[in-house]
C-alpha cells in the first residue's frame, strides 16, 4: 500500500487528495495542514467584509470529518511541516508544540503562497494593518471592523484583490482609499482598460490614489505617509501588495527554487528530488503563450495542477500544459478580465503584435437592459495567432473572454473567431456576437482592408499634421469634441466628399470604431489616405478626457 502526504489543503492540495483517492482506493492519504482549515474559500473571503456572503461558516467548503467520511483521507489540521528528510523520505510535523515524524512514498508539497510584507517604517508597531490571505486573517480584520470605531480605510495594492477588497469594505459603510505603486490600477490590465475600472471605483466614493505607495505608518498605524508625503488617515489598513510563494521547506530541502523563489517543476510535477512533487501558487509554471517561467497565482491552475499529479502519481499519462492567466475581477457594477498577454508584456517580451478594441453590447441592442461592452485582444498580424484579451463591461465579459481563453489554448487564429457559432436569441447574445466582430476586425487589418491608429498615438499623428474627421452625428458631439476635428456624419460621407481635401491625411472617429470603419472604405476607395482611430471616441474619451472638448470645459 503506497503512503502519499500532501503538505497543505485548500485548492492544489485538496484536489490533489480526492483525485488520488478516486484513482488509488488502497493508497494511505495524510494531509498535513498548518492551519485550521484544510478546504475554504480564499476567493470569496472579501465578500464577507460587506455581509455579501452572509454567513463566515460559507466560506468553509468541506471539513475534515465530511473529508474523511467520503474520500477516507487522514487530514490533519493545525499540522505544520517543519523538515524534509529525502534522504530517509520523512517529514518533521509540529503539532501543540510536540514535533513527532511521518514516513512517506511520495510527497506533494502545496504550501501556496503568503502575503507580501514589504519593510516599511512603523509597520510592526500598526496594529490596525492586516492581509488576507486565509480565515484567520479574515476573522482579523472581522474583529478590528466590529470592536473598534473604523471609519477611514486604506487598501495599499489596486491588483485583483485590492480592487475586491476595496469595494467591499465601502459596501461595509467605509470612506475608502485605494494606493498603487503602478501607475494606473490592475497592473495586469493595460493602461487604457484600467481607466474604466478606476472611473468605476471613483463613481462609487472609492479615493484612488496612483503612481505612489506607502511609505511610511505613523501613530501605531492612524497615519498612512505616501512616497509625495501626503498622509491618509486610516482605522483599518489592508495590505495587498502581492504574493510570494511559501517555499521555506523546499528551499531547506534541497529542493532546486527558480525566479522569485518559486519551486521548479517538471511537467509531471516533479521537483529534482525523486518522489517529491510540488504544485499550485508556489509552483514555477510555463506561460504558455511565450514558454516562459513564470509565477501564477490563481485557484483555477492549482486546482488542475493537483489532479494532474495525482494521475501522474496514479501512473497516467498527464504532463503539465502551461497555464496562461485567465483571471476576473467586479468592481461594483463593472466586470474586468483578463487572458494571456497584455499589450505591454507582449511588447516586452518582442512579440510582433497589434492591438485592437471593439465596444457592443452584451445582448441584442434592441432588447431591454443590454450594456456595453469593450474587449481589446492582442494578437500576431502575420500569423493571426492570439495573445491575449481583456474585457470591461456590465455584463458578459466572462463569457467572452473565457471563449477567447478556450480560443488560445485550442490554438485558433483571429480568422478562427469569425467562424466560431454562439448560442443566439436576444435576451443573451447578438447574433454577430462580440467576439465575431474581434475577429471580424482583426482580420481586415491583416487582409489590408483598414489601417489603425491606437489611442496613444493619435496626438503624435495629430502633431504630424494628420487631421480627425469625426463621423458621428451632431447630437452625439455633445458628449465630448476632438479639438480641431471635422465633423460630417457618415450617412453624409458620400454627398460631402468636395468639402475634404485629398491631399490631407485623415484620422476617422465615430463612437466605438465601427461606422468610422465604414467611412475608411468610402474613403480609401476615392483617393484619400485615411485610418481608423482603434476603439471611437469611447475609448478616447475614458482614458484621456483632458484632451477632448466638453460643453462644461
Given at each position: 500500500?503506497?503512503?502519499?502526504?500532501?503538505?497543505?489543503?485548500?485548492a492544489?492540495g485538496?484536489?490533489?487528495?480526492?483525485r488520488?483517492?478516486?484513482?488509488m482506493?488502497?493508497?494511505?492519504i495524510?494531509?498535513?495542514?498548518?492551519?485550521?482549515?484544510?478546504?475554504?474559500?480564499?476567493?470569496?473571503?472579501?465578500?464577507?467584509?460587506?455581509?455579501?456572503?452572509?454567513?463566515?461558516?460559507?466560506?468553509?467548503?468541506?471539513?475534515?470529518?465530511?473529508?474523511?467520511?467520503?474520500?477516507?483521507?487522514?487530514?490533519?489540521?493545525?499540522?505544520?511541516?517543519?523538515?524534509?528528510?529525502?534522504?530517509?523520505?520523512?517529514?518533521?510535523?509540529?503539532?501543540?508544540?510536540?514535533?513527532?515524524?511521518?514516513t512517506?512514498?511520495?510527497?506533494?508539497?502545496?504550501?501556496?503562497?503568503?502575503?507580501?510584507i514589504?519593510?516599511?517604517?512603523?509597520?510592526?508597531?500598526?496594529?490596525?494593518?492586516f492581509?488576507?490571505?486565509?480565515?484567520?486573517?479574515l476573522?482579523?480584520?472581522?474583529?478590528?471592523?466590529?470592536?473598534?470605531?473604523?471609519?477611514?480605510?486604506?487598501?495599499?495594492?489596486?491588483?485583483?484583490?485590492?480592487?475586491e477588497?476595496?469595494?467591499?469594505?465601502?459596501?461595509?459603510?467605509?470612506?475608502?482609499?485605494?494606493?498603487?505603486?503602478?501607475p494606473?490600477?490592475?497592473?495586469?490590465?493595460?493602461?487604457?482598460?484600467?481607466?474604466?475600472?478606476?472611473?468605476?471605483?471613483?463613481?462609487?466614493?472609492?479615493?484612488?490614489?496612483?503612481?505612489?505607495?506607502?511609505?511610511?505608518?505613523?501613530?501605531?498605524?492612524?497615519?498612512?505617509?505616501l512616497?509625495?508625503?501626503?498622509?491618509?488617515?486610516?482605522?483599518?489598513?489592508i495590505?495587498?501588495?502581492?504574493?510570494?510563494?511559501?517555499?521555506?521547506?523546499?528551499?531547506?530541502?534541497?529542493?532546486?527554487?527558480?525566479?522569485?523563489?518559486?519551486?521548479?517543476?517538471?511537467?509531471?510535477?516533479?521537483?529534482?528530488?525523486?518522489?517529491?512533487?510540488?504544485?499550485?501558487?508556489?509552483?514555477?509554471?510555463?506561460q504558455?503563450?511565450?514558454?516562459?517561467?513564470?509565477?501564477?497565482?490563481?485557484?483555477?491552475?492549482?486546482?488542475?495542477?493537483?489532479?494532474?499529479?495525482?494521475?501522474?502519481?496514479?501512473?497516467?499519462?498527464?504532463?503539465?500544459?502551461?497555464?496562461?492567466?485567465?483571471?476576473?475581477?467586479?468592481?461594483?457594477?463593472?466586470?474586468?478580465?483578463?487572458?494571456?498577454?497584455?499589450?505591454r508584456?507582449?511588447?516586452?517580451?518582442?512579440?510582433?503584435?497589434?492591438?485592437?478594441?471593439?465596444?457592443?453590447?452584451?445582448?441584442?441592442?434592441?432588447?431591454p437592459?443590454?450594456?456595453?461592452?469593450?474587449?481589446?485582444?492582442?494578437?500576431?498580424?502575420?500569423?493571426?495567432?492570439?495573445?491575449?484579451?481583456?474585457?470591461?463591461?456590465?455584463?458578459?465579459?466572462?463569457?467572452?473572454?473565457?471563449?477567447?481563453a478556450?480560443?488560445?489554448?485550442?490554438?485558433?487564429?483571429?480568422?478562427?473567431?469569425?467562424?466560431?457559432?454562439?448560442?443566439?436569441?436576444?435576451?443573451?447574445?447578438?447574433?454577430?456576437?462580440?467576439?465575431n466582430?474581434?475577429?471580424?476586425?482583426?482580420?481586415?487589418?491583416?487582409?489590408g482592408?483598414?489601417?489603425s491608429?491606437?489611442?496613444?498615438e493619435?496626438?503624435?499623428q495629430?502633431?504630424?499634421?494628420?487631421?480627425?474627421?469625426?463621423?458621428r452625428?451632431?447630437?452625439?458631439?455633445?458628449?465630448?469634441?476632438?479639438?480641431?476635428?471635422?465633423?460630417?456624419?457618415v450617412?453624409?460621407?458620400?454627398?460631402?466628399?468636395?468639402?475634404?481635401?485629398?491631399?490631407?491625411?485623415?484620422?476617422?472617429?465615430?463612437?466605438?470604431?465601427?461606422?468610422?470603419?465604414?467611412?475608411?472604405?468610402?474613403?480609401?476607395?476615392?483617393?484619400?489616405?485615411?485610418?481608423?482611430?482603434d476603439?471611437?471616441?469611447?475609448?478616447?474619451?475614458t482614458?484621456?478626457?483632458?484632451?477632448?472638448?466638453?460643453?462644461?470645459?
Amino acid at each position: 500500500m503506497k503512503k502519499i502526504v500532501i503538505v497543505g489543503g485548500v485548492a492544489g492540495g485538496m484536489s490533489a487528495a480526492t483525485r488520488l483517492r478516486r484513482l488509488m482506493d488502497d493508497a494511505e492519504i495524510i494531509i498535513m495542514e498548518k492551519g485550521p482549515y484544510v478546504s475554504f474559500a480564499n476567493c470569496g473571503l472579501p465578500y464577507h467584509i460587506s455581509g455579501e456572503i452572509a454567513e463566515r461558516s460559507d466560506l468553509i467548503v468541506q471539513t475534515p470529518e465530511a473529508l474523511q467520511a467520503r474520500f477516507k483521507l487522514d487530514i490533519r489540521s493545525e499540522h505544520e511541516v517543519t523538515k524534509v528528510n529525502p534522504e530517509n523520505k520523512t517529514i518533521e510535523v509540529l503539532h501543540n508544540d510536540e514535533v513527532f515524524t511521518e514516513t512517506y512514498d511520495e510527497l506533494i508539497l502545496s504550501p501556496g503562497a503568503k502575503p507580501f510584507i514589504p519593510s516599511i517604517p512603523g509597520l510592526d508597531a500598526a496594529t490596525n494593518a492586516f492581509s488576507l490571505r486565509n480565515v484567520p486573517d479574515l476573522d482579523k480584520i472581522m474583529s478590528q471592523l466590529k470592536e473598534n470605531e473604523v471609519k477611514e480605510a486604506v487598501v495599499i495594492g489596486a491588483g485583483f484583490i485590492g480592487v475586491e477588497m476595496a469595494e467591499n469594505l465601502k459596501k461595509f459603510g467605509l470612506n475608502v482609499t485605494l494606493v498603487e505603486m503602478a501607475p494606473h490600477v490592475l497592473p495586469p490590465l493595460d493602461e487604457e482598460m484600467a481607466a474604466f475600472v478606476e472611473a468605476e471605483l471613483k463613481r462609487n466614493g472609492v479615493r484612488v490614489i496612483t503612481s505612489q505607495s506607502a511609505n511610511e505608518f505613523r501613530n501605531n498605524g492612524k497615519e498612512v505617509v505616501l512616497t509625495d508625503g501626503q498622509i491618509i488617515p486610516s482605522d483599518l489598513t489592508i495590505l495587498s501588495v502581492g504574493v510570494r510563494p511559501e517555499n521555506s521547506l523546499a528551499e531547506a530541502a534541497g529542493i532546486k527554487l527558480g525566479r522569485q523563489g518559486g519551486i521548479l517543476v517538471d511537467n509531471n510535477y516533479q521537483t529534482n528530488i525523486p518522489n517529491i512533487y510540488a504544485v499550485g501558487d508556489a509552483i514555477i509554471v510555463k506561460q504558455q503563450i511565450t514558454g516562459e517561467d513564470t509565477m501564477i497565482a490563481l485557484a483555477s491552475p492549482a486546482n488542475r495542477q493537483g489532479r494532474q499529479v495525482a494521475d501522474v502519481i496514479a501512473g497516467l499519462n498527464r504532463k503539465n500544459q502551461g497555464s496562461i492567466g485567465t483571471a476576473i475581477v467586479r468592481a461594483f457594477n463593472l466586470t474586468a478580465a483578463s487572458t494571456g498577454l497584455n499589450e505591454r508584456v507582449a511588447q516586452l517580451s518582442g512579440l510582433n503584435h497589434i492591438a485592437i478594441h471593439t465596444t457592443g453590447k452584451d445582448h441584442a441592442g434592441y432588447y431591454p437592459g443590454a450594456t456595453s461592452l469593450t474587449i481589446k485582444l492582442v494578437f500576431d498580424p502575420e500569423t493571426g495567432k492570439i495573445l491575449g484579451a481583456q474585457g470591461i463591461g456590465q455584463k458578459g465579459v466572462d463569457k467572452r473572454i473565457d471563449v477567447i481563453a478556450t480560443a488560445i489554448k485550442g490554438g485558433l487564429t483571429i480568422f478562427d473567431l469569425m467562424e466560431l457559432e454562439f448560442t443566439y436569441a436576444p435576451p443573451f447574445g447578438s447574433a454577430k456576437d462580440p467576439v465575431n466582430m474581434l475577429g471580424y476586425v482583426a482580420s481586415n487589418i491583416v487582409e489590408g482592408l483598414s489601417d489603425s491608429v491606437a489611442w496613444h498615438e493619435l496626438q503624435t499623428q495629430l502633431n504630424d499634421g494628420k487631421q480627425v474627421l469625426d463621423v458621428r452625428s451632431p447630437d452625439e458631439l455633445a458628449n465630448g469634441q476632438y479639438p480641431n476635428a471635422i465633423n460630417i456624419p457618415v450617412n453624409e460621407l458620400r454627398e460631402r466628399l468636395n468639402e475634404l481635401d485629398r491631399t490631407q491625411p485623415y484620422i476617422i472617429s465615430c463612437a466605438s470604431g465601427a461606422r468610422s470603419y465604414i467611412a475608411e472604405r468610402i474613403l480609401k476607395q476615392n483617393g484619400f489616405t485615411v485610418a481608423n482611430l482603434d476603439g471611437g471616441f469611447y475609448l478616447y474619451n475614458t482614458v484621456k478626457p483632458e484632451d477632448i472638448i466638453h460643453e462644461n470645459n
